[in-house]
């Protein structure tokens, strides 16, 4: 029992020295604790240099996305993606593939979405971080969204996302964009 104690101070020690290095990726990793009661209070109240300890996920791979969504995703994201990146309700719906009630019956209760929704929100995060870097602000990747891709085929970004696989074609476009390439 006491070596157990032992253990868990110096995890915790390594923990909140990685935590100060790269806080949001250690908030991601968070999700991966096996008591989510825990995990949820530490979340709430914790915070290194100023910043609060948030449930997002920025920069993860593809592989990285899924093991966090099969852990389990936080309806909170919802609410920190609508305002981030002024997404509306319908839109969020329409990728979780549910209605708007849905999406505000999840925006006020807490809970865990499912891993398919929660891969589905996470990836749909990242490819906004990812076209608003590349875009300089998050109207201009918009408007792209909403207009015809020469490299998908003339269709609209916005109409692909309602697929896993949608929102990975659309995030590969950006990345051509990226790197100059003809979009």
Not at 32 to 60: A, R, Y
Not at 108 to 117: E, K, N, V, Y
Not at 140 to 167: C, M, Q
Request: aromatic share 8%.
């Amino acid at each position: 029992q006491n070596n157990k104690l032992k253990n868990r101070k110096v995890n915790s020690d390594i923990f909140l020295l990685y935590m100060e290095k790269y806080p949001y990726i250690v908030a991601e990793a968070i999700y991966m604790l096996p008591d989510k009661k825990k995990t949820k209070s530490f979340m709430n109240t914790k915070k290194v240099g100023g910043i609060p300890i948030k449930p997002t996920v920025t920069g993860f791979s593809r592989e990285a996305i899924t093991r966090t969504a099969r852990a389990g995703i936080s309806t909170k994201e919802i609410k920190i993606i609508s305002e981030t990146f002024g997404v509306s309700a319908s839109e969020i719906a329409s990728i979780l593939g549910v209605n708007e009630k849905t999406i505000r019956n999840y925006q006020r209760q807490l809970g865990i979405l499912s891993p398919q929704q929660g891969e589905q929100l996470l990836k749909y995060k990242q490819l906004r971080e990812r076209g608003t870097e590349v875009f300089g602000t998050k109207e201009a990747f918009n408007r792209w969204l909403h207009k015809p891709a020469y490299g998908l085929d003339g269709d609209l970004p916005v109409d692909l996302l309602v697929t896993s696989e949608g929102i990975n074609l659309v995030y590969d476009e950006v990345e051509r964009i990226a790197n100059g390439e003809l979009a």
